[in-house]
């Protein structure tokens, strides 16, 4: 998080990883995913919070606090990834 931005927006994984946001802006941010599913809570400048991705699937997330701030969390299992 940086810039009231997620850097970089998109992420794509494998379930089983863990992905970590670390908050570099001086101002509290979320991630909260937009179908449920995950919500950080606030995150404190100069913090992190950590999500273990479990579910194959494409989850849109967003910042609660500002609404324009938007991310895309990609859990992809291994059939999906091309055995890769």
């Keep these: ?3 009231t931005a997620y850097v970089p ?8 990883d863990v992905v970590v946001w670390v ?3 001086p101002f509290p941010h979320t991630v909260t995913a937009s179908a ?6 606030t995150v404190a400048p100069g913090k992190s919070w950590r999500y273990t991705a479990r579910k194959a699937g ?12 938007t991310g895309t969390l990609s859990v992809r299992s291994d059939a999906t990834a ?3």
């Design 58 to 69: 494409v989850f849109p997330y967003r910042c609660t606090l500002h609404p324009t701030m």
């Design 23 to 25: 908050n570099r802006d």
């Design 9 to 16: 927006q998109t992420l794509s994984v494998r379930p089983g």
């Design 1 to 3: 998080m940086e810039g």
């Design 82 to 84: 091309g055995g890769k």
């Design 36 to 41: 449920g599913g995950f919500d950080s809570n």
